[in-house]
């Protein structure tokens, strides 16, 4: 008897089917529709998660992109607060309650409200969309949670425009005023999604073992865990080497500009540097920085002290006790002879904005001077 072999478009063997026109159908029922139910359920499930990822339009290297997901496919969505007894975050966070109400009754959605000091990585398993409560601060400090198929929303709770003490936000398009019709704008699609590039290390100890950091989305830092010592390692990217010592190197993202990275230079410097971006980069490239190196080392071997390139920067340490801190969270510690490699291919962000892209909002930023 004849076969058929079926093979995917991707080259996957199925199996065999025999020609024969009675034992056909009852092969195809029995192999090919439980295959295909089984991977239409599975698309359907993660179909918003996969058009986040890959939906595409002619803005895409503005880093401007609209979702076309389908508001019933947004039904988990997890809601984490900065509770730190400030009567204005309480206040924000009744506020934000009372329109999540107001929205589960429109839209069916379940939420989860946990606090950040709470908020376990198991917390954000499964979830369709994460709403963030507070400043830049609570963002990036939960954002190593954050997959990269799980879109995110950033609401400020203590906006700056409000009161000169609050956070500038640079994330958190949202705010409390505002939030009613963005979360109604993220379940109906129509939200501008950001994918957020971050930074990782990769840490190889002098007995093999390999860990990896969380993702940081602003910035990155090496150095000695003494402070007050100096951090001494050696430096190779590309295909330049030297040795180093400084008060710890500082790795940044495009994006990240705004925070550390912009009170450690001077803006001469930075408005030099960012003078050789080219626009197609601001993906795939990082700013790095080695605080207070002499001045000599400055020039003998400037692309040691600032630099902004895609290619891995690795470290050797030559300190007896060492750490990495992404976004100033948590420490990651290495011993003398650990290698250290430090790179832009942790996963993405997906942030959703409601006005103007992330990238928008930071040129916006560095043409008022203000980064």
């Given at each position: 008897?004849?076969?058929?072999?079926l093979?995917?478009?991707?080259?996957?063997?199925l199996?065999r089917?025999p020609?024969d026109?009675?034992l056909?159908?009852?092969?195809?029922?029995?192999?090919?529709?439980?295959?295909?139910?089984l991977?239409?359920?599975c698309?359907k499930?993660n179909l918003?998660?996969?058009?986040?990822?890959?939906?595409?339009?002619s803005?895409?290297?503005?880093?401007?992109?609209?979702?076309?997901?389908?508001?019933?496919l947004?039904t988990?969505v997890?809601?984490?607060?900065?509770?730190?007894?400030?009567?204005?975050?309480d206040?924000?966070?009744?506020?934000?309650t009372?329109?999540?109400?107001?929205?589960?009754e429109?839209?069916?959605v379940?939420f989860?409200?946990?606090?950040?000091?709470?908020?376990r990585r198991?917390?954000?398993?499964?979830?369709?969309l994460?709403?963030?409560?507070?400043?830049?601060?609570?963002?990036?400090?939960?954002?190593h949670?954050i997959?990269?198929?799980t879109p995110?929303?950033?609401v400020?709770s203590?906006?700056?425009?409000?009161?000169p003490?609050?956070?500038?936000?640079?994330y958190m398009d949202?705010?409390v005023?505002t939030?009613?019709?963005?979360i109604?704008t993220?379940l109906?699609?129509?939200a501008?999604i950001?994918?957020?590039?971050r930074?990782?290390?990769?840490?190889?100890?002098?007995s093999?073992?390999?860990?990896t950091t969380?993702?940081?989305?602003?910035?990155?830092?090496i150095?000695?865990?003494?402070?007050?010592a100096?951090?001494?390692?050696?430096l190779?990217?590309?295909?330049k080497k030297?040795?180093?010592?400084?008060?710890?190197?500082?790795?940044?993202?495009?994006?990240?500009?705004?925070?550390?990275?912009?009170?450690?230079?001077e803006k001469?410097?930075?408005?030099?540097?960012?003078?050789r971006?080219?626009?197609?980069e601001?993906?795939n490239?990082?700013?790095?920085?080695?605080?207070?190196?002499?001045?000599?080392?400055?020039l003998?071997?400037?692309?040691s002290?600032f630099?902004?390139t895609s290619?891995?920067?690795?470290?050797?340490?030559?300190m007896?006790?060492?750490?990495?801190?992404?976004d100033?969270?948590d420490?990651?510690?290495?011993n003398?002879?650990a290698?250290?490699?430090?790179?832009?291919e942790?996963?993405k962000?997906c942030?959703?904005?409601f006005r103007k892209?992330?990238?928008?909002k930071?040129s916006?930023?560095?043409?008022?001077?203000l980064?």
């Open positions: 008897m004849q076969h058929y072999d093979i995917t478009k991707t080259g996957r063997y199996g089917l020609i026109q009675n056909l159908f009852t092969s195809f029922c029995c192999q090919i529709i439980p295959w295909v139910w991977h239409v359920s698309w499930t918003f998660k996969s058009r986040i990822c890959n939906s595409v339009d803005g895409l290297e503005e880093g401007r992109s609209v979702a076309i997901y389908e508001a019933a947004l988990n997890l809601v984490v607060f900065k509770k730190n007894f400030e009567q204005v975050h206040d924000s966070l009744r506020k934000i009372e329109i999540l109400h107001d929205v589960n429109r839209f069916d379940k989860d409200l946990t606090a950040r000091e709470k908020v198991a917390d954000f398993i499964g979830r369709d994460v709403v963030v409560l507070g400043g830049d601060g609570t963002l990036t400090s939960i954002s949670n997959d990269a198929d995110v929303i950033g400020n203590h906006p700056i425009d409000d009161d003490s609050g956070s500038f936000g640079f949202s705010n005023q939030f009613a019709e963005d109604v993220a109906k699609g129509e501008i950001n994918e957020v590039p930074l990782q290390a990769i840490i190889d100890t002098t093999g073992n390999r860990f969380d993702p940081a989305m602003n910035d990155l830092l150095a000695n865990t003494h402070q007050y100096p951090s001494k390692y050696h190779r990217r590309g295909g030297c040795r180093q010592q400084s008060s710890g190197i500082v790795f940044s993202t495009w994006l990240g500009q705004g925070a550390w990275l912009n009170h450690i230079l001469g410097t930075m408005n030099e540097m960012r003078k971006v080219k626009k197609s601001t993906s490239h990082y700013f790095v920085v080695a605080r207070e190196i002499p001045h000599q080392q400055r003998d071997d400037e692309w002290w630099d902004w290619e891995n920067t690795v470290i050797t340490s030559d007896h006790r060492g750490y990495v801190v992404p100033g969270w420490e990651v510690h290495f003398r002879g290698s250290i490699t430090v790179n832009l942790a996963p962000l942030l959703l904005t892209s992330i990238d928008e930071l916006a930023l560095i043409k008022d001077d980064v």
